[in-house]
């Protein structure tokens, strides 16, 4: 046999650019890909969880608020020989819940005063064992134990009111 002096056998492979093979790029894509999916999967899953934290950091707050205002007996009422008999934590709506406080007066008549309205970001919901949480004026707890579930999706975190009025 004899030399063969085509075009292409005259290549030396160090005359050839150094590179990636298609493979070889195929696997590294690929293996970006799966990571990408996973981190974004876990990330999507973080995020609905600090969104569902948020809810109940707010829930929780109000509900502190609505029993701060209980032990201060704070009147906001009409008339000014009412004395405040309990601020309550209502829900209005699956979406929003009011904190009202509740004022007796001499005569017994019963009136009410608006502390404050909130409504719930979109996608949450919650039930609630009772409503409305009535918290008693100078430090003497609720009427009965409540648990207030909020609910994100398929995530559900849980609110208790105890009835010496401790929110966990």
């Keep these: 046999m004899g030399k063969d002096n085509s075009p292409i056998s005259r290549i030396k492979f160090r005359d050839i650019p150094p590179g990636f093979t298609l493979i070889e790029t195929l696997v590294a894509v690929a293996i970006v890909a799966a990571a ?70 001499p005569t017994f008549d019963i009136s009410t005063f608006e502390i404050k309205t909130v409504t719930l970001p979109a996608n949450i919901s919650h039930s609630l064992s009772i409503d409305p949480i009535k918290f008693k004026v100078l430090g003497q707890g609720v009427e009965t134990q409540s648990v207030i579930t909020v609910t994100y999706g398929v995530i559900n975190k849980t609110i208790t009111v105890t009835k010496t009025g401790e929110i966990r």
């Design 36 to 105: 990408f999916s996973f981190g974004y999967a876990s990330f999507r899953e973080f995020s609905r969880r600090q969104y569902l934290e948020s809810s109940i950091r707010s829930v929780r707050g109000d509900l502190r608020l609505a029993q701060e205002q209980a032990l201060s007996g704070k009147k906001n009422c009409a008339d000014t020989l009412s004395s405040v008999t309990s601020v309550n934590f209502d829900w209005v709506s699956p979406k929003s819940y009011k904190i009202i406080g509740e004022c007796i007066s």
